[in-house]
């Protein structure tokens, strides 16, 4: 069956696998809805999209996606509210994302609305997918690879843009526990960092292997030049508080500037809480641990929200966050979660209704 929504060809699937989700129980990211958006670039352009089936895609093992990685991602949410109101948060700021990370990968930027169109029609179409429940949310993967084939280590000439979703519980269960990195490295001045390209996250796979049999769950990253700079960690930008104010490192190159760790800054600024964006040292933390003005540490992401950590490993030595009350991460998460689903009122224009 076939329709058009805001000019995008619609193909509905004939079957759906949505009375075999358990809505209560979601996992992050396992369960797919049944329709995905795909648009190709071929002959210098990208071609218009299309709602599709959600479905395999057949490649040549010559695709460039395979021998040179040249792939970029996004990550999203959207929310439906108590009247089954769909809403995202702050979208155009991830499609202009995905073209900074494109264009550092050397894929052709994609337009505006082949993006916003394309990801309304989706939404449309899978409605039913978008959970409603506290703490779910239809996560929103929107990808772009080399679908061109050739041995050649030069950009393909063809491409996907493919969004898909997965209605999704917490990224993490519980708190986390992070490892302070002393050896590698996720990026280095000049290189891809502040891209969300595939490849910056296979990058950190083993090292953060390394770390989870040590018992953590995350790695921090620290600059690749002296190791002594708070950076990121592996799914999420990161703050601390010492004593009553909020640090979070500057974005550069090296980093991705999140969506959410702008929203927390902007929203603790209009809250009076002190806050600073400044190059935070590993040395300046773990001296706050010991002496306890380390009152909190979190990271922000897409798929992290607020998620508070417990502690930190540094070096061989493990240092607890003493947990106090009234936490800085538990009312921003609670101030940003009210106003992405519709709760509360939105002062900054983030909210956006589909
Ligand atoms: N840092 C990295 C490496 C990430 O993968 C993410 C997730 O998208 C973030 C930070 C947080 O960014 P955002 O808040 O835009 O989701
Ligand atoms: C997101 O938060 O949306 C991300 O893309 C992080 C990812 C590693 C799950």
Same mark, same amino acid.
């Given at each position: ?9 619609? $193909? ?28 190709? =670039?071929? %002959? ?9 089936? =959600?479905?395999? $895609? ?9 021998? *040179? ?12 509210? &108590? ?12 499609? /202009? ?5 494109? /264009?550092?990968?050397?894929? #052709? ?7 916003? +169109? @394309?990801?309304? &029609? ?27 084939? @050739?041995?050649? !280590?030069?950009?393909?000439?063809? =491409? ?10 917490? *990224? ?11 050896? =590698? ?17 296979? @990058?950190?796979?083993? #090292? ?14 620290? +600059? ?24 979070? @490192? ?11 760790? /702008? ?9 009076? $809480? ?13 001296? &706050? ?13 897409? !798929? ?18 003493? /947990?106090?009350?009234?936490? *800085? ?8 979660? %009210? ?16």
């Amino acid at each position: 069956m076939s329709a058009i929504i805001n000019d995008i060809e619609i $193909i509905k699937s004939e079957t759906t696998k949505i009375n075999d989700v358990d809505f209560n129980n979601l996992k992050f990211g396992h369960v797919f809805s049944d329709h995905m958006l795909e648009c190709d =670039y071929k %002959d210098g352009k990208w071609q218009a999209p299309k709602v599709v089936p =959600y479905q395999g $895609i057949t490649l040549d093992p010559s695709a460039k996606i395979f021998h *040179y990685g040249q792939s970029v991602f996004e990550g999203m949410k959207a929310y439906k509210d &108590a009247h089954e109101k769909v809403w995202l948060f702050r979208p155009l700021d991830n499609f /202009k994302r995905i073209n900074i990370s494109s /264009k550092r990968l050397a894929i #052709p930027e994609l337009p505006e609305n082949y993006f916003m +169109d @394309g990801l309304k &029609a989706l939404l449309e179409v899978d409605k039913d997918w978008i959970p409603s429940n506290e703490g779910s949310s239809l996560y929103i993967r929107p990808f772009i690879f080399a679908s061109g084939n @050739g041995f050649h !280590a030069s950009p393909a000439d063809e =491409y996907k843009f493919i969004i898909c979703t997965a209605p999704s519980g917490s *990224y993490f269960s519980g708190d986390v526990k992070v490892l302070i990195e002393e050896k =590698y490295s996720r990026s280095a001045n000049g290189g891809v960092g502040f891209a969300k390209a595939g490849g910056n996250y296979a @990058g950190q796979f083993y #090292p953060t292997q390394l770390a989870i049999e040590k018992g953590y769950q995350q790695v921090i990253w620290t +600059d690749d030049n002296t190791h002594e700079y708070i950076e990121e960690a592996g799914a999420m930008n990161i703050f601390v508080r010492i004593n009553d104010t909020l640090i979070t @490192g500057p974005t550069s190159d090296r980093i991705l500037d999140g969506i959410t760790r /702008k929203s927390i800054i902007e929203l603790a600024e209009s809250e009076n $809480i002190p806050v600073e964006v400044r190059k935070l040292t590993v040395a300046e933390v773990v001296e &706050a641990a010991k002496n306890g003005s380390l009152k909190e540490m979190f990271g922000a992401g897409t !798929a992290a929200v607020i998620s508070p950590i417990s502690g930190f490993g540094y070096k061989g030595e493990d240092y607890e966050i003493e /947990k106090i009350d009234n936490t *800085y991460a538990s009312f921003l998460k609670k101030r940003i979660t %009210d106003i992405q689903t519709n709760k509360a009122e939105d002062p900054f224009g983030w909210r956006y209704e589909v």
